[in-house]
């Protein structure tokens, strides 16, 4: 296992880069030093949690209840989909612990792609809970053909966590006219209320860049914008600075995803999985005062296996073996108290959630 010091010594660090990323509208932002967050130092690992026979569980995110219990959200496909199957065959589930720390009792299937003639026929993933004006709202994303053109965000309602669940018609979100940074698809929601506003960051990238990419890992650049809404159910408009993160600047092809945001102590937090700014197996860590320029990234979160978990050698199906994805928090009267994750492995050689308890 490699010590923290030889760890950084295998990230890449480009200085002027740094300086020359813009961000939100064009603008160029004087970046400090990268490092690692404050909020890096602060995870102690918990462990493996909802390991389903049969299954891929992955996109765990938490709440409390009224009852006192953590109901977690998670997006789960049958394992004999292999890892893809996420795009094409996903489901959204709640389990229920007493605990943080579990164990975690699946209870339903709370969103199921609904078949022909819907948006969200072929698959539901990503599942993001919030409590908002008193009411459960759970963000997902879905398609309609199993490709990554018809991802679509949307919003499912409910005044209970047990249900029933009142689902869209349409879309919370659609892509961009055709050229535009983000015409490919939205996914990924981070929703975040904020000054009495209804802020909604996703993902997205554009179409042309994905087909003529000739990057070797990844296809495309994935960036973040931003929409706003007056009313929780919409209409969400566009932030004519999108996007509000683009790491395209810093070349090779640097980008992330798997946004989440929250508001603490008059700033917004952003954590992430980084796809080449540092490599592909930290998370990223980026603050605003705004909500539309953001800090340099700072590291997170670190591979699995750097803070002493040992697990047996990665079998060749799982590529992204050892590393956390889609970083989920779950928080006590506004700040965090454990990080919720999704990583390849478990039991049964497929994914789980890992959970970790912040200190």
């Known amino acids: 296992m490699l010590s923290r010091r030889a760890f950084l010594a295998t990230l890449t660090f480009a200085p002027l880069a740094r300086v020359a990323a813009g961000f939100g509208a064009g603008r160029l932002l004087d970046f400090p030093k990268a490092d690692f967050s404050k909020f890096s130092k602060h995870l102690k690992p918990v462990g493996r949690m909802l390991e389903q026979e049969g299954y891929y569980v992955w996109c765990n995110s938490p709440i409390y209840g009224p009852d006192g219990r953590v109901h977690v959200f998670f997006s789960r496909w049958p394992a004999a989909k292999g890892m893809g199957g996420w795009l094409n065959s996903c489901e959204i589930a709640r389990a229920v612990a007493d605990t943080p720390e579990g164990p975690f009792v699946y209870q339903e299937t709370v969103l199921a792609p609904r078949g022909p003639g819907f948006w969200d026929a072929t698959t539901c993933h990503n599942p993001h809970i919030q409590l908002v004006d008193g009411k459960y709202c759970l963000f997902f994303m879905g398609t309609f053909n199993g490709k990554t053109d018809t991802k679509r965000i949307g919003l499912a309602t409910a005044d209970r966590l047990e249900g029933p669940w009142t689902r869209p018609d349409q879309p919370l979100l659609l892509p961009g006219e055709t050229g535009a940074w983000d015409d490919h698809c939205t996914t990924n929601p981070a ?9 909604l960051y996703y993902k ?13 890992v990844i296809r495309g650049n994935r ?14 408009v566009k932030y004519a600075g999108n996007p509000v993160i683009d790491f395209s600047r810093l070349g090779n092809n640097k980008q992330f995803e798997d946004a989440y945001v929250w508001e603490q102590q008059g700033k917004l937090h952003l954590l992430a ?3 080449g700014v540092y490599n592909q197996e930290v998370g990223l860590y980026l603050e605003s005062k705004d909500g539309k320029e953001w800090t340099y990234p700072k590291i997170a979160f670190l591979p699995l296996r750097e803070y002493g978990v040992q697990e047996p050698p990665a079998p060749p199906k799982l590529k992204r073996y050892g590393r956390l994805e889609r970083p989920q928090l779950l928080m006590r009267n506004g700040k ?24």
């Open 191 to 199: 929703f975040v209320k904020h000054q009495g506003k209804y802020w």
């Open 204 to 216: 997205s990238w554009n179409t042309q860049d994905y087909v003529t990419s000739k990057d070797p």
């Open 223 to 236: 960036k973040y914008g931003l929409a706003i809404a007056d009313r929780l159910e919409g209409p969400y």
């Open 273 to 275: 999985r980084d796809m």
């Open 336 to 359: 965090p108290e454990y990080l919720f994750g999704a990583s390849q492995g478990g039991q049964y050689m497929t994914a789980s959630s890992f959970v970790f308890k912040i200190t």
